[in-house]
């Protein structure tokens, strides 16, 4: 089974709709992360937990909103979907070990199409 | 966070050694350089990560020179499999978050 899943992987909705894709990890890490990424532009931050009670705006926080529901669950929200919001999202998870060094496991994406 | 610079794109062939630049001049003495490697429609696979000198894994190398204001990631024997984007981060993931920049799209042929 994948360390890091995402749901849906592909999805298309229409503008003004709400939408919620949905992240989980088994790898035990406390830090969890959603991206987007638009062709050539490479992936931009949107939001990142630490941990359950410490959530954070990455780069691109409006329109976007999250909740971390448990270690192992991290939702992405679009409250009213636009067609510029049209995009490839991934979550990651890290955990940093006594040295510092990290490393970032990602999923598998969801591309999302609003239309 | 240190900024960095890499080709945003680059070409080469199968079965050459290919290096990829990265600079990265307010790298700060804690950072550590790490490289990400991504295929079309996936997420990004962590390749490698150093702090000085020279790292190594079944995958690639890592130079870095004393100053640390760049870093080099080569690829040995490339093949077509290796065409994908890569990038160059660096920083302290204690309490920073991670940007991830365009990275560089490498191209191989055949």
């Known amino acids: 089974d994948a360390d890091v899943t995402q749901t849906p992987r592909n999805r298309i909705t229409k503008t003004g709709k709400r939408i919620m894709l949905e992240c989980s990890q088994t790898k035990g890490h406390d830090r969890m992360y959603w991206y987007r990424q638009d062709p050539g532009l490479g992936l931009r931050l949107i939001y990142y937990s630490f941990d359950v009670k410490d959530i954070n705006k990455g780069e691109i926080s409006d329109g976007y909103s999250v909740s971390r529901q448990a270690q192992a669950k991290f939702s992405l929200s679009l409250e009213s979907a636009i067609p510029n919001q049209t995009a490839l999202y991934f979550c990651a998870t890290s955990d940093a070990d006594v040295k510092g060094h990290y490393e970032q496991y990602f999923g598998p994406g969801t591309r999302l199409t609003v239309t | 966070l240190a900024k960095t610079t890499q080709p945003v794109s680059m070409d080469s062939y199968e079965g050459q050694e290919v290096n990829i630049t990265c600079s990265h001049n307010?790298?700060?003495?804690?950072?550590?350089i790490t490289w990400y490697q991504q295929f079309p429609s996936q997420g990004p696979r962590f390749i490698i990560q150093?702090?000085?000198t020279k790292v190594t894994n079944e995958v690639a190398s890592l130079f870095i020179p004393a100053d640390r204001k760049s870093s080099t990631l080569s690829l040995p024997r490339v093949s077509l499999s290796d065409t994908a984007v890569y990038y160059c981060?660096?920083?302290?993931?204690?309490?920073?978050?991670?940007?991830f920049g365009k990275g560089t799209r490498l191209h191989i042929l055949p």
């Open positions: 981060l660096v920083g302290l993931n204690r309490d920073d978050k991670i940007i």
């Open positions: 150093g702090y000085k």
């Open positions: 307010n790298i700060a003495t804690n950072d550590y």
